[in-house]
């Protein structure tokens, strides 16, 4: 597909690539002033929308979890004492009597939009600019590098992180984004100032619509609390 060279094209290009994709590989890192998380798994998806999930991400300090999304349910694989029964699943819902599987719920949204892509076909269609920057190669793989400046305001509501954007008063999204020949997105990186605190996040996509198996923990090995 040719590269596109204004906003509305480049959310075309972007949802007939992406709109192929039956599965991907991702690696996620994000560095925030207080600590770094490194993110690795694969996804199952459908018109771009995540529709499984199965990811182990690097905590620092903390240590590793693994997070499995399957039919709707989100497992959490923690270590330790997580789990009072000892079971090495712990069902995370909004409404768990677990004070850490209540926590995980509500920060678990970040991760569902990382893995699917058609968050990136929003993130153009909002764009108050669209440059394309030139050609360049990511592991191998030529794309086409855009600079993207999104207009928050014009996300659609509910997208997550665009009220607590708005309400520190960043009107104004930048976000590096690399697209295949396909049109469809292997790498984005973004960097972000609020309130004087950084953070930076880079991901990666590969093995487009390699074989992928996600199945849920059998149901003896999950903790339901």
């Known amino acids: 597909m040719p590269p596109a060279t204004d906003a509305a094209g480049l959310a075309a290009l972007l949802r007939r690539g992406i709109s192929s994709v039956s599965s991907v590989h991702l690696v996620l890192n994000v560095t925030t002033p207080s600590q770094t998380i490194s993110s690795d798994g694969d996804a199952k998806l459908a018109g771009g929308t995540l529709q499984a999930l199965d990811i182990t991400e690097e905590l620092g300090s903390v240590g590793k979890r693994r997070l499995l999304i399957v039919d709707q349910a ?93 309400a520190t008063g960043i009107t104004t999204l930048p976000i590096e984004l690399y697209v295949d020949d396909q049109g469809r997105p292997v790498k984005a990186t973004q960097d972000l100032t609020v309130q004087g605190q950084h953070t930076s996040t880079v991901i990666a996509f590969s093995r487009f619509n390699e074989p992928v198996s996600i199945t849920a923990p059998a149901p003896d090995q999950v903790e339901r609390s």
Request: proline share 8%.
């Open 74 to 166: 989100t497992y959490a694989q923690l270590g330790g004492t997580a789990s009072p029964t000892g079971k090495p699943w712990l069902l995370i819902t909004q409404d768990s009597t677990n004070p850490t599987a209540r926590n995980l719920a509500a920060s678990l949204e970040a991760v569902r939009r990382s893995a699917s892509l058609d968050h990136f076909t929003a993130f153009a269609s909002a764009a108050r600019s669209v440059t394309l920057a030139g050609k360049e190669s990511v592991n191998g793989t030529p794309v086409d590098h855009y600079s993207i400046q999104v207009d928050v305001a014009k996300l659609p509501e509910g997208t997550p992180g665009r009220e607590p954007l708005l």
